[in-house]
């Protein structure tokens, strides 16, 4: 029986977990990878990634690259995301939300929601000034280097926080990245304290976030709400009113979600 068929200890199968494996790796890279990349990344032998590969281009989840014979994430993928975004509630009502706020503010909106340990956007409005900021939908990013995430971290707090910062200092997406846990935390009861978190060239140079986050009308945590601009926009003592704006969307967003 092949090495990743194996039922794992945890009740998981290997085999599907190790496919998983290879899917989110070529989502984080954000570029094709070569089979050796990938199999190291993963901790599968060299062949074993290859025949799971060829399975996952044979159904169109990746494709190989003609050119340099790299891989990369196939259209069913966008296709699955594109059907879990059109059926989500969340995405639903957000849409007419941030669209609101981008023509009040002038800049992109966001929404995210936590995926274990990073940020999954779901839902934004790109500015229409010429100069501007421009993410990619379903992108995933490190939450400790976003305002989205931080503020998400902090309401999550407990356990779950404490398990992604025991492993140490965390990736440095920028020079600005918060990285050392000790920082984070105090970061993290900062904006507790405050209600809100701020991105000041943490997860790309030039970029700002400030962001919120968003709560059913139980209470119950969401999602993150955050606008972003170019550094060259940004300024400290525009914070309070951006955060006024972001609670305001935030509290309309809560209202057309189901209860």
Sequence with gaps: MNDVAFEAAD????????????????????????????????????????????????????????DSRRYALGPRVHALGG???????????????????????GETIHVAVWDDGAVLEVCHAETTQPVGVSLRLGRRDPAHATAIGK??????????????????????????????PAALRAELD????????????ELADGLCCVGVP????????????SVAMPKARFAEARVPGWVEMLRLASGRLADRLPS
Excluded: C
Aim: no cysteine.
């Design 190 to 201: 900062r904006i507790r304290i405050q209600g809100f978190a701020v991105d000041n060239e």
């Design 83 to 105: 059907a879990y975004l059109g059926g989500s509630d969340l995405v639903g009502a957000a849409y007419p939300v941030v669209e609101h706020l981008r023509d009040q503010l």
């Design 11 to 66: 009740g998981t199968v290997k085999s599907v977990a190790k496919v998983l494996d290879l899917l989110e790796h070529l989502g984080a890279a954000g570029q094709p990878v070569g089979i050796s990349d990938l199999a190291r990344a993963t901790g599968l032998h060299v062949s074993t990634a290859h025949r799971l590969l060829r399975t996952l281009v044979g159904r169109g989840y990746v494709e190989q690259r003609a």
């Design 151 to 180: 503020i998400l971290m902090a309401a999550r707090g407990g356990t779950e926080v404490d398990r992604l910062l025991a492993g140490g200092p965390l990736l440095a997406v920028t020079r600005r990245t918060i990285t050392q």
């Design 214 to 225: 968003v709560r059913d009308r139980r209470g119950r945590l969401v999602a993150g709400l």
